[in-house]
């Protein structure tokens, strides 16, 4: 059984840091692209960055390019989200997706991030 | 960036009556590779999202056969044939030919 699990969100002051972590299981994760999508609660969706196979190419939406680092480790089965600079606007539900749009979409059921002081 | 423009933003309909929800891209989904990258997903009240259909009309696994894609163009439409109870919740579309990725306004569907 497929298998994403988020962790690592919280209550975080502006200008703070978070790692997220999404632990993959019950497929060969090394072997996806993997996304991070998020969500205000009550809102829509909105696209935050992606990684391949191997984590040599990565790409992300442009309010969080330069704040945000994606990175996955294949051995450990883990994606990550490096948040830094927090800013209000970040605040959201944050989902780990497996191929998204490709056809093998799976999503992690979110963990919540929220940045206030 | 593409935008994706869904419509209506709600519904209301009779458990066993077709419903339908139409998105509309502002250019071709379509991949050089032939693929369009098109999806459609409903998340549901205290759920994560998942998705209906991909890659522009093909029903996901699990996902009931009253539920069905199509496209015209950069029209694209889900249709439920009968609504059931089970399907109340907000319906994204979204796609992924080009970052970033772009979601609809999404369309909430609620019961009569």
């Known amino acids: 059984e497929v298998q994403l699990v988020e962790s690592g969100g919280g209550l975080v002051q502006p200008g703070g840091s978070l790692r997220l972590s999404c632990a993959a299981s019950?497929?060969?994760?090394?072997?996806?692209?993997m996304h991070w999508v998020r969500q205000v609660p009550g809102r829509g969706l909105v696209w935050v960055a992606r990684?391949?196979?191997?984590?040599?190419?990565?790409t992300y939406a442009d309010s969080v390019r330069g704040r945000f680092t994606i990175s996955r480790d294949n051995a450990r089965n883990t994606l990550y989200l490096q948040m830094n600079s927090l800013r209000a606007d970040d605040t959201s539900v944050y989902y780990c997706?497996?191929?998204?749009?490709?056809?093998?979409?799976?999503w992690g059921q979110g963990t919540l991030v929220t940045v206030s002081s | 960036d593409i935008v994706m423009t869904q419509s209506p933003l709600s519904l209301s309909v009779t458990p066993g009556e077709p419903a339908s929800i139409s998105c509309r891209s502002t250019q071709s989904l379509q991949h050089s590779n032939g693929k369009i990258f098109f999806s459609w997903y409903l998340l549901k009240p205290g759920q994560s999202p998942q998705v209906l259909i991909y890659l522009g009309s093909n029903r996901a696994s699990g996902v009931p056969d009253r539920f069905s894609g199509s496209r015209s163009g950069t029209d694209f439409t889900l249709k439920i044939s009968r609504v059931e109870a089970e399907d109340v919740g907000v319906y994204y579309c979204m796609q992924g030919l080009q970052t970033p990725y772009t979601f609809g306004q999404g369309t909430k569907l609620e019961i009569k």
């Open positions: 997706i497996r191929d998204l749009a490709g056809g093998q979409d799976f």
């Open positions: 019950g497929y060969t994760f090394s072997t996806y692209w």
């Open positions: 990684i391949n196979e191997d984590g040599s190419t990565t």
